[in-house]
Nanobody, 115 residues
Framework: VQLQASGGGLVQAGGSLRVSCVVS????????LGWHRQAPRNRRDLVAR???????YYVDFVKGRFTISRDNAENTVYLQMNDLKAEDTAVYYC??????????WGKGTQVTVSS
């Protein structure tokens, strides 16, 4: 199973980015999909999650700015990030929690927001 994240980069504060994660080796129809992030010297934290039925959950600091979505046909999960802030700078990781109890992680994509 591989999760390949892409779409990170350098953006100015107030700008937008969309990161994507293509999953291979498992069908995401059976996954709760998520995005986590980790800034230097910080722990890895959940940012957003989308369930099998499309129900979404966001942590408070991204509500209203970030949108998670899934395309089961493309086996891909997305995170649209708007109104980015310097504190959003981190490596962003996609995850798949399968209904069989396995957790899979991608290698991450760097997002850097300049103030």
């Amino acid at each position: 199973v591989q999760l390949q994240a892409s779409g990170g980069g350098l953006v100015q504060a107030g700008g937008s980015l969309r990161v994507s994660c293509v999953v291979s080796g498992v069908t995401i129809n059976g996954c709760v999909l998520g995005w986590h992030r980790q800034a230097p010297r910080n722990r890895r934290d959940l940012v957003a999650r989308i369930g099998l039925d499309g129900t979404t959950y966001y942590v408070d600091f991204v509500k209203g700015r970030f949108t998670i979505s899934r395309d089961n046909a493309e086996n891909t999960v997305y995170l649209q990030m708007n109104d980015l802030k310097a504190e959003d700078t981190a490596v962003y990781y996609c995850t798949c929690q399968s209904i069989r109890g396995m957790d899979y992680w991608g290698k991450g994509t760097q997002v850097t927001v300049s103030s």
